[in-house]
Nanobody, 120 residues
Framework: QVQLVESGGGLVQPGESLRLSCAASGSIFSIKAMGWYRQAPGKERELVARMANGDSTDYAESVKGRFTISRDYAKNTVDLQMNSLKPEDTAVYFC??????????????WGQGALVTVSS
């Protein structure tokens, strides 16, 4: 089994910053990509940012220039630095990883979610 554990959510005011972290553990042979998605109340889950091996990155248009994704390949972790937060960034943020386990099977794995609330 593979587990993703997130940390760093919370309540901040508009314009402030927050950093989310996610660590993968378990039966991991390799990780193809790690990223973050979010789901706001009443909306579908959407991509925020992801980073594939080789540091190729994708960002949602709404967060470009404000959010930065980074990975530590040795530690199997992924962080999301969120600056200039807006109320519309309020959502549950989910860590995601495409993990190859010790049997060579690729698993699309999700964390439990971290609530980010941006409000004055």
């Amino acid at each position: 089994q593979v587990q993703l554990v997130e940390s760093g959510g919370g309540l901040v005011q508009p314009g402030e910053s927050l950093r989310l972290s996610c660590a993968a553990s378990g039966s991991i042979f390799s990780i193809k990509a790690m990223g973050w998605y979010r789901q706001a109340p009443g909306k579908e889950r959407e991509l925020v940012a992801r980073m594939a091996n080789g540091d190729s990155t994708d960002y949602a248009e709404s967060v470009k220039g404000r959010f930065t994704i980074s990975r530590d390949y040795a530690k199997n972790t992924v962080d999301l630095q969120m600056n200039s937060l807006k109320p519309e960034d309020t959502a549950v943020y989910f860590c995601n990883a495409r993990v190859v386990n010790s049997y060579g099977v690729t698993l699309n794995t999700w964390g439990q979610g971290a609530l980010v609330t941006v409000s004055s």
